[in-house]
């Protein structure tokens, strides 16, 4: 945890106005200061790439109601007998080939601490010891439930929460909120917990996409004729729901294609990872990068909006797979146009959400 400070002798904790209550008693256990916490979450993480980490990684995810809605007489003896018999090897293999070897984990965690780290900073030097932040995950390791607990021991009486989902979805960031609300409903004295929105059409958020773009086919050996935006799909049916996210990524999309000034057909919508046998929105990413090389486009790029950190499903599907798809129907050149991850521009998006939402619990450093 950054900044996470406890401090029981502080002359504040009984002043009058502090929010804490006044002990006198010696006996009373040591109430740590008063702060506001901030807490990054992201999806989660297999803690290594064997059959059991895999399998015990994408039971807890698999099982999630939020993510696969049908009943569970229905789900858990497909998921159980059929379905976790062979996955945790097919994932494992693409885990296993993006693994980031140094540090003996995933890139969406090593990444996801960086950006913590990053935003730790800017907050510190915007309101100084106030604020703490941290960072934690919906399935496997840091869970939610031990991060909220660690901030409240520390003197979080204030949460922000923050799913790192631009695009809103019912399978993310609505079941991290769930999972942070389910560790409320275990305490006697529950932090204040706000939420951040989705931030799909952020100015900050989108002229950081913009600049990645830029950059890239800048440095594109020949320039891409079309930019495919891919983002993670979910099943149509939870599109027709209720579930805004389709909607929030063609959003994304358009801000992007304007702040770039480009022509519509210069930037296509296309959604990758389809798991299961429902019909999911579409058209997916693997189908439309091959039918562009067959249409005659040689030179394409893909950009992954709805990915705060190059994950498995950026480094190893869009990178590996739809590669492979688009080189092997006749497209020459693939550029991959990487995610935000630590950059300056998206610390700063960030930094700026998080300013707005923390309004009215912190006052800025004199
Ligand atoms: C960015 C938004 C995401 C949405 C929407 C989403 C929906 C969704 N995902 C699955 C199933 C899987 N997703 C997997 C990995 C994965 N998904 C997201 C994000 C979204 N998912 C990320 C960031 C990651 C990568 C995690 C990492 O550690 O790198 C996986 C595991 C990988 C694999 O086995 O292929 C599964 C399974 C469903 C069913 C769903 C919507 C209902
Ligand atoms: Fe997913
Ligand atoms: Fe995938």
Redesign the pocket.
């Known amino acids: 945890m950054t900044n996470a400070t406890t401090d029981s002798a502080n002359p504040d904790m009984n002043s009058p106005g502090s929010g804490r209550l006044a002990h006198a008693d010696s006996d009373h256990p040591p109430v740590p200061r008063a702060r506001v916490g901030v807490l990054l979450a992201?999806?989660?993480?297999?803690d290594a790439t064997d059959y059991w980490s895999m399998r015990r990684y994408?039971s807890e995810?698999?099982s999630d109601k939020r993510?696969?809605d049908y009943a569970d007489w229905k789900w858990q003896p497909l998921l159980q007998l059929i379905i976790l018999s062979r996955?945790p090897f097919?994932?494992g293999e693409?885990?296993r080939s993006i693994w980031n070897t140094e540090k003996d984990e995933?890139?969406?965690?090593t990444t996801t601490r960086e950006q913590t780290r990053r935003v730790a900073e800017g907050l510190q030097a915007m309101y100084g010891d106030q604020v703490m932040v941290d960072f934690c995950m919906r399935y496997g390791n840091p869970s939610t439930d031990s991060v909220i607990k660690r901030m409240q021991t520390a003197g979080c009486e204030k949460i922000l929460f923050f799913p790192l989902?631009p695009?809103y979805?019912s399978?993310?960031t609505a079941t991290a909120n769930d999972q942070a609300f389910r560790t409320l409903m275990t305490l006697k004295w529950q932090p204040a917990l706000r939420t951040v929105p989705a931030y799909f059409d952020h100015p900050q958020y989108i002229e950081a996409l913009a600049n990645t773009v830029r950059e890239a086919y800048t440095a594109a050996a020949t320039p891409p004729e079309v930019l495919v935006a891919s983002?993670?799909?979910?099943?149509k049916r939870?599109l027709l729901e209720g579930d805004p996210?389709h909607c929030q990524c063609q959003k994304t999309t358009r801000l992007l294609r304007e702040t770039l000034g480009w022509e519509k057909e210069a930037i296509q919508t296309a959604f990758q990872?389809k798991?299961?046998p429902e019909e999911w929105v579409g058209p997916a990413t693997v189908e439309h990068v091959a039918d562009l090389a067959r249409q005659g486009k040689k030179h394409i790029a893909v950009i992954s909006p709805?990915?705060s950190?190059d994950?498995?499903?950026t480094l190893e599907?869009i990178e590996e797979e739809i590669r492979d798809a688009f080189l092997e129907a006749g497209g020459e050149t693939f550029t991959y146009v990487p995610c935000l991850n630590e950059r300056d521009d998206h610390i700063d998006a960030l930094l700026a959400i998080i300013d707005n939402e923390l309004s009215g619990w912190v006052s800025p450093r004199a």
């Open positions: 992201n999806l989660g993480t297999p994408l995810f698999l993510v696969v996955r097919k994932s693409a885990y995933s890139p969406l965690l989902y695009q979805a399978p993310t983002y993670h799909g979910v099943p939870y996210y990872s798991f299961g709805a990915f950190s994950c498995v499903e599907e």
